[in-house]
């Protein structure tokens, strides 16, 4: 099946309710860890809003092929991916296979949306996701996936309506942190590398939302 047929689930208004208590526990958690390192910030829980494999294409018992290492972008049709394939970044093109090793790590999905003409991911790939440090949070705690907006629009479409849903807000570089079904539990546009007034950077954003998911997983789940 093509991973355009992708469907989102419609939940019902108390399952809504549900995951929105749960989601403001895990927001508060986040605010908490990032005010005990000084830093405060609002900061936003994609909730009632949830997306996730088709019947079709939900992850079988068996064990798929282990993740090739490094980054995949170079041979990517977009130019915009390929532009990324020179960063340390262990990035996965959109498709089943990078779901299927999210799931067999255990691990978050980091989902960057951009476009070659968009400035800000191009601010974002330079301060970021070229940069060492960041890259290495990154690979160690994340399946990194990213999404030429252009070449896919319904992606982008899916998790701008996600995001915009709690914030209000959306544009590019558009960055999810998402379970490994594809559900979205943190949500915004371009971070900067470190904390910049009341915008959390990605240092510190990064390993507190891994934190999040290895710790309190029945709120992201």
């Avoid at 992708?6 to 958690?29: C, D, S």
């Avoid at 989902?111 to 890259?135: K, R």
Wanted: glycine letters at 10%; a neutral charge.
């Amino acid at each position: 099946m093509s991973n355009r047929s992708w469907n989102k689930r419609h939940a019902t208004v108390e399952q809504i309710e549900t995951g929105r208590r749960r989601w403001l526990g895990l927001r508060g958690w986040v605010v908490l860890a990032l005010l005990g390192g000084g830093l405060i910030v609002g900061l936003w829980i994609a909730v009632g809003k949830t997306f996730s494999l088709s019947p079709d294409e939900s992850v079988s018992a068996a064990h798929p092929p282990s993740r090739p290492p490094g980054n995949q972008l170079a041979d990517a049709p977009s130019p915009y991916l390929r532009e990324a394939a020179r960063q340390p970044v262990h990035w996965l093109p959109w498709g089943q296979e990078a779901f299927r090793w999210a799931q067999e790590e255990d691990k978050p999905i980091l989902l960057d949306i951009g476009a070659i003409w968009c400035h800000w991911c191009h601010v974002m790939d330079v301060e970021s996701y070229e940069n060492e440090d960041i890259a290495a949070l990154i690979n160690r705690d994340y399946v990194a996936i990213k999404v030429d907006r252009d070449e896919r629009p319904d992606i982008d479409r899916r998790y701008q309506e996600a995001v915009q849903g709690l914030t209000g807000r959306g544009g590019w570089p558009l960055t999810a942190f998402l379970t490994p079904d594809g559900k979205v539990f943190f949500g915004g546009t371009y971070f900067p590398p470190d904390n910049r007034g009341r915008r959390p950077g990605l240092k510190t954003l990064l390993p507190t939302l891994a934190e999040a998911y290895k710790t309190r997983k029945a709120e992201v789940l």
